[in-house]
């Protein structure tokens, strides 16, 4: 549906309006087709909502420019990003579809609802739609203006002209393709080699590895992932006074009220991201 009899704006652009006028910074449109060459059964659109033919990609939440710039590095792993705005944009944007167009429209359940057993790849999805491809760095999608974004998705039974994937991955950027040549590393993987590991070859990604079952511990300290670590630890303690002492202390504290704030405000190291080129030059152009 790329026409408009009326002269108006085409369905395509109407939505990803509607997207933005919703919170997100960037919106793009993807073919269940195209998501479904890649996720297995049991994670496709149409296992979501029957017959999906389209899924509008809405992407915000991203940290702000001074957020790259904290005095030290606590304040950004406090704030740095927001993960409900792009859900809340899709949510929007699919009542948006039903109401204006007339065809049935979901919003894809997101990780957080979703444990640790997604319903489908937001990020798939995402690079479907054209707004980012993966990266070294834990294979977050990096767009190539804000760099790091987050992401919702409306699926809908609407038929809507896809974007489509980039033809040019935006990860490695050129300058870390120079680096690796002299030096046979990447920004991202000298920061933190603990849990991310990979190579370029022929100026793309060969192959890359990332290791969340260490990065968790490290990034997501205040998550709700962490409060459970610390309640069960609680709970195993016998002796009153050291039970006190984790439920009653600092760490516990942020973790109980990072709960409390986990659909606005939780975040995680940032240290890969912190000297990736990708969307450096807006992260830099404020005073
Ligand atoms: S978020 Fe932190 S711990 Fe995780 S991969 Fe990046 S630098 Fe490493
Ligand atoms: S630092 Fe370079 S290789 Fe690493 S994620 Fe950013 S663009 Fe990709």
């Not at 509607?18 to 997100?24: D, W």
């Not at 479904?36 to 296992?47: L, T, V, Y």
Request: glycine share 10%.
């Amino acid at each position: 549906m790329s026409g408009d009899e009326t002269g108006g704006p085409s369905a395509e652009a109407d939505v990803k309006r509607e997207a933005i006028r919703a919170g997100a910074v960037l919106a793009g449109i993807a073919a269940v087709e195209d998501i479904d060459r890649f996720a297995p059964p049991g994670h496709r659109p149409g296992d979501i909502l029957r017959g999906a033919r389209s899924v509008v990609v809405t992407a915000g939440g991203q940290p702000t420019r001074g957020s790259w710039h904290p005095g030290s590095a606590r304040p950004q792993a406090s704030v740095g990003y927001n993960r409900s705005i792009a859900g809340n944009s899709a949510y929007r944007v699919a009542h948006y579809v039903e109401d204006r167009f007339g065809y049935r429209a979901m919003p894809c359940p997101s990780g957080q609802v979703a444990g640790h057993y997604p319903y489908a790849s937001l990020k798939l999805m995402a690079e479907m739609a054209g707004l980012g491809t993966r990266s070294m760095a834990g294979g977050v999608i990096l767009n190539e203006t804000y760099g790091l974004l987050y992401f919702g998705a409306a699926l809908t039974t609407m038929p809507l002209q896809a974007d489509g994937p980039l033809a040019t991955p935006v990860c490695p950027d050129q300058a870390c393709i120079r680096q690796w040549e002299k030096k046979g590393t990447t920004p991202c993987l000298e920061a933190c080699p603990t849990c991310l590991s990979g190579q370029l070859e022929d100026g793309r990604i060969g192959w890359m590895e990332y290791r969340q079952d260490l990065c968790f511990p490290r990034a997501q300290t205040t998550a709700m992932d962490s409060f459970q670590k610390l309640l069960l630890a609680a709970m195993a303690e016998s002796d009153e006074e050291r039970r006190k002492m984790i439920v009653c202390g600092s760490h516990f504290t942020r973790a109980v009220r990072s709960l409390a704030y986990s659909a606005e405000l939780s975040a995680q190291c940032f240290e890969c991201l912190r000297r990736c080129p990708v969307g450096r030059r807006r992260r830099h152009e404020l005073k």
